[in-house]
């Protein structure tokens, strides 16, 4: 089939890496998959949300379930705001202080009209 050979890297159990030895030179801790293969390495190993498609398995590469992949996003963090919604969310927290500011210096003149009412001043 091929002068080359296709390589994986694995790291805590996923398959992070592949590569043909037409590219790159295999590290030590790289597997051999295919010893005749073609000159690119074709299989893709990261879907679109960045989850890596495939483990290390005993002596051989599986393709992770539905089931796994989505448990696994289920477990990450919520995605932080977009720039958009982060400005939003500034321009709210504004408002807010400035409304409070403005609260707490008509509180401030109340008392002190009541202050001079009372004649202390």
């Not at 005749?36 to 989850?51: K, S």
């Not at 963090?77 to 408002?95: C, F, K, V």
Request: glycine fraction near 10%; aromatic fraction near 8%.
């Amino acid at each position: 089939m091929g002068d080359y050979q296709h390589y994986v890297r694995v790291v805590g159990g996923m398959v992070v890496h592949g590569f043909s030895s037409a590219f790159e030179s295999p590290r030590p801790g790289d597997i051999c998959i295919d010893g005749d293969a073609p000159r690119h390495f074709q299989r893709q190993l990261i879907n679109d949300a960045g989850q890596y498609l495939y483990k290390w398995q005993g002596d051989e590469i599986v393709l992770r379930d539905s089931a796994e992949l989505e448990n696994e996003l289920s477990d990450l963090p919520p995605a932080p705001p977009t720039p958009d919604q982060r400005i939003e969310q500034l321009e709210a927290e504004n408002a807010k202080l400035k409304s409070d500011n403005l609260m707490t210096l008509e509180a401030v003149a109340e008392v002190y009209e009541l202050f001079l009412t009372l004649g202390g001043g």
